[in-house]
């Protein structure tokens, strides 16, 4: 074999360059990228029912969502969790599956559940592919010695309001999660005794701060040419 070579030493030389030049134009030609897109075969369905224990959310939510998408057509696996305030469930399908259609068929589902106890929010459906996870993270910090006393707590605002409009603007992002901080909350400390006192018990309260927890316009006021909203 290798007489053969050294006896056809151009033919063979005229092989190897043609095979290196092939080489190099598709080594350039080829689209790279850094995680590539695969087909999308898990759907979540993420329901909040902020302050609830992981034991409610099982019995009021998961049970009730369960029951009707587990007849989902092609359906391989389902997966439950109860966390404080949160269910999600994870819907594996098979390669192949036009996830548009059944992204349908899992909305169909759950508008079948009777009904959710009265704080729940709106089931959330999600079916992303494995390029679109975060690739890149930022911790925001304040400086050594904290010069300016930030509260890190309440910077959520900050980043919601001024810095995730910024960064999502920035060509090729398409989402960004914020986590950490905390919310903005009212707290409310209730004295039993005064209660009893005045024979008001805590349902009644909650519920005279439930009707009055509403969000509403103030409409605008017209100041001459000027109008104020």
């Known amino acids: 074999m290798f007489e053969r ?21 598709a080594a350039t030609r080829i689209p790279v990228q850094m995680i ?7 759907i979540s369905v993420r329901t909040n029912w902020p302050g609830a224990t992981p034991q409610d959310v099982e019995q009021e939510i998961l049970f ?4 009707y ?7 391989v696996r389902i997966i439950a969790t109860a966390e404080t305030g949160r269910a999600e469930v994870e819907l594996e399908f098979p390669l192949g599956t036009d996830i548009t259609e059944m992204m349908i068929r899992v909305s169909n589902a759950l508008s079948q559940v009777p009904s959710y106890p009265e704080d729940v929010d709106e089931p959330q ?7 679109s996870n975060a690739f890149m993270f930022f911790s925001v910090r ?3 010695c ?10 959520l ?7 995730r409009p910024r960064m999502a603007a920035v060509s090729g992002v398409s989402d960004i999660a914020l986590w950490g901080g905390a919310r903005r909350q009212i707290k409310i400390t209730v004295d039993p005794a005064r209660l009893a006192q005045r024979g008001i018990s805590l349902a009644e309260v909650r519920g005279k701060i439930r009707s009055r927890n509403r969000d509403r316009s103030g409409g605008d006021v017209e100041s001459g040419k000027r109008q104020y909203l």
């Open 36 to 42: 590539p897109d695969l087909d999308t075969r898990v």
């Open 157 to 163: 605002d900050y980043l919601r309001d001024s810095v």
């Open 5 to 25: 070579i050294i006896q056809n030493g151009i033919l063979t030389t005229v092989v190897t360059l043609i095979v290196c030049v092939v080489g190099l134009v």
């Open 146 to 155: 904290n010069p300016r006393s930030i509260v890190m707590d309440l910077t």
């Open 142 to 144: 304040p400086l050594p």
């Open 125 to 131: 459906i999600f079916a992303s592919s494995y390029s």
């Open 64 to 67: 009730e969502q369960e029951e």
């Open 69 to 75: 998408l587990r007849n989902l057509p092609n359906l």
